[in-house]
Nanobody
């Protein structure tokens, strides 16, 4: 059974940094696309960043390009999201997600991810 556990959230001031981690267990980590999504109160869950199944392709939401970096450590079965230059509008619950299949593209669609973590809160104050 696939299990994803996020950590690293917290409260920071605008301009600060956080690094989120997502520990994966239950299957071979490197064979599937993985991504980060976020959901602010009263809003839809939105795409942040993702890897394709090979790990060589990435995609970022325009709102985080140049500030956030997604990375993965296959040996540790862990996905990361380094967030720099945080803004109040980045405040949300951040979720790690894993695909069920190996797609030939990097997916930014929440419904294409079968497995989700419990989420970790990120709060950015101005």
């Amino acid at each position: 059974q696939v299990r994803l556990v996020e950590s690293g959230g917290g409260s920071v001031q605008a301009g600060g940094s956080l690094r989120l981690s997502c520990a994966n267990s239950g299957r071979t980590f490197s064979n599937y696309g993985m991504g980060w999504f976020r959901q602010a109160p009263g809003k839809e869950r939105e795409f942040v960043a993702a890897f394709g199944w090979s790990g060589s392709s990435t995609s970022y939401a325009d709102s985080v390009k140049g500030r956030f970096t997604i990375s993965r450590d296959n040996a540790k079965n862990t996905l990361y999201l380094q967030m720099n230059g945080l803004k109040p509008e980045d405040t949300a619950v951040y979720y790690c997600a894993a695909d069920r299949i190996s797609r030939p593209y990097v997916s930014s669609t929440p419904s294409e991810y079968a497995y989700w973590g419990q989420g970790t809160q990120v709060t950015v104050s101005s």
